[in-house]
């Protein structure tokens, strides 16, 4: 048996585990790439999936790093089956038609600025058609019910308490007459979140594939993250400014609503501080989790059946539209407004933090993993300024950063999960971390509980047998294309170095030009300055 590791290896995003037994191919997620211009070239890349020769999938969950590249797959001659959860596939039918439509918007805007220069049409990555046609595919399993995709592969979805209807995976695979179990962890839950079941315990499997997100560290307690909310809202309210939450549009959206109205019942949310929910993704999947209440937890279903709906607010409002959403920045006055994305790369949120970050007195409230080169990490990190829009903008706002509120297990967590398997000779395979992250992990598994532990490279293939991994075979010039410094740092000495003869020609220009060519130099200066201080 070989598997094949597209993705989330040695990264968070783009989860894809190609597996090869018996003639058979599938795949478990099928996440979508997430980060710089050079990890989201992989999105397009896609022919090395040999999508056409996949018999199905199996999805654990709805999150687009898990799942967004199905659509593409489709357009790309996958034409098997989707297994996932019933909450996992409503989730899935709203949050593909939304990811096809930022593709398609995309390549508008692209397109748009191609033209000018006399190039041609750019294509979306997908379309909604795209994604529409992927519906027919999904066919929904229950948890804990095995069921058998193919023969010889038995296979078992278990609640993974991570968001509605994330599941983990075990699968039996028989080869030879021998059978060999693998588990993947999908990601792992937060023991304590609010509405999700705990993460289920396994106990067994000869591979384990376990997402390491927070192998480096642990969440500071609930109490505490719930604490710092009510301090940003204090801090903005009596500043009377606003208070930006960029969250997932499914989970975190629901978990912060959850959270305020908590805050609401202990009088620590002034009741004339309006709450915006400013994300239409977001209005549709909180209705989806009011629809299966039954995969909440049991705390949620006992405050609902007592008749209370912790998904509601008094000064609660919806902004479905365009209009609505602008008219919030016409409004003064202090406000909570959540909306996505998560980590401020793309929607709405955008003009929120263009709105605000740079009004002392606001605050930016960040709650999720925020990715290596994502506007959200730069801000986290404690950038001065920001790009939105292609404009610099301050960053005056104050900025919390509050990690007890992760859908994801923590350090200490995930060691508690993994203190649960008896099958000590198992080998572990960590997957979805930062590279850094998942050494630090991979030293505690060992020391703790002596399994093996190897951190697969992308695109790396791997044979594996009972009791053993075969052969790694890596792919380095693929996974990680070769940079040619010595002709970028040539070329730029050159260009400066023309500048520089060309000094005279700059002084004769009319003075008004002459700063704004000042400026852009400045402006470069700078960047040369903030690149040379970061290696
Ligand atoms: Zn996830
Ligand atoms: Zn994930």
């Given at each position: ?9 040695r990264?968070?995003?783009g ?26 070239k ?23 790093d ?22 996992t ?6 949050l ?44 929904v ?23 509605l209807?994330?599941?983990l ?9 021998v ?13 304590a979140?609010?509405?999700m ?24 307690n ?55 929910l ?30 209370e ?21 016409n ?8 909306s ?33 080169g ?20 301050a960053?005056?706002a104050?900025?919390?950063?509050i990690?007890?509120f ?38 505690l ?91």
């Open positions: 048996m070989k598997i094949k590791f597209m993705g989330a290896a990264t968070v995003t989860s894809c585990y190609i597996l090869e037994t018996n003639g058979h191919r599938f795949a478990v997620d099928c996440g979508m790439h997430q980060g710089n211009a050079e990890i989201e992989r999105n397009w890349d896609v022919d090395i999936y040999e999508p056409g020769k996949i018999d199905f999938f199996l999805i654990t969950h709805a999150h687009i898990h799942s967004g590249l199905l659509p593409r797959m489709v357009q790309k001659g996958f034409n098997g089956q989707i297994y996932t959860t019933v909450p596939r409503d989730l899935l039918e709203i593909l038609l939304d990811s096809a439509h930022i593709q398609e918007m995309e390549a508008q805007w692209k397109t748009k600025k191609h033209l000018r220069s006399g190039e041609k049409n750019i294509k979306p990555l997908y379309t909604q058609k795209d994604a529409e046609a992927t519906f027919p595919m999904f066919k399993i229950s948890y804990d019910e095995t069921f058998e995709p193919s023969p010889g592969v038995k296979v078992k979805f278990k609640d993974a308490g991570h968001i209807g994330a599941s995976i075990e699968l039996w695979i028989e080869e030879n007459e059978t060999v179990k693998l588990v993947f962890s999908g990601d792992i839950g937060r023991p979140q609010l509405m079941e705990e993460p289920s315990i396994v106990d067994a499997a000869d591979f384990l594939f376990l997402e390491s997100t927070y192998g480096n560290r642990d969440h500071k609930e109490d505490d993250s719930l604490n710092e909310l009510a301090e940003a809202i204090a801090y903005s309210y009596g500043n009377k400014e606003k208070v930006i939450i960029p969250a997932f549009a499914v989970e975190r959206t629901q978990e912060m609503m959850y959270c305020l109205y908590l805050l609401s019942k202990d009088g620590r949310l002034p009741p004339d501080m309006p709450v915006y400013d994300s239409p993704l977001a209005i549709k999947a909180t209705e989806i989790f009011r629809h299966h209440t039954k995969y909440l937890d049991e705390e949620t279903r006992e405050l609902i059946k007592k008749g709906d912790p998904l509601y607010l008094p000064q609660l409002h919806f902004t479905p539209t365009t209009e609505e959403s602008i008219a919030i920045n409004v003064p006055g202090p406000a909570i407004v959540i996505a994305s998560g980590m401020a790369d793309a929607g709405r949120i955008k003009h929120h933090l263009k709105h605000n970050i740079w009004r002392e007195g606001a605050s930016v409230v960040f709650v999720g993993f925020q990715a290596q994502t506007t959200g990490r730069k801000i986290v990190d404690g950038a001065k300024k920001v790009r939105l829009f292609n404009e610099e903008i960053v005056k104050r900025v919390f950063t990690n007890g992760s859908a994801h297990a923590g350090q200490s967590q995930i060691l508690e999960w993994l203190s649960h398997f008896q099958t000590r000779d198992m080998q572990v395979f960590l997957i979805h971390g930062e590279y850094s992250a998942q050494q630090l992990l991979a030293g598994i060992k020391e703790r509980f002596g399994f093996k532990v190897l951190i697969p490279g992308y695109l790396e293939e791997t044979t594996l047998e009972p009791g053993r991994v075969l052969k790694r075979e890596e792919y380095p010039e693929r996974a990680a294309p070769r940079i040619d410094w010595n002709y970028i740092l040539e070329d730029i000495s050159a260009r400066y170095a023309r500048l520089k003869e060309r000094r005279s020609y700059l002084e004769s220009k009319p003075w008004v030009e002459q700063t704004e060519i000042r400026d852009r130099l400045l402006e470069l200066d700078r960047v040369l300055m903030e690149i040379n201080s970061e290696i």
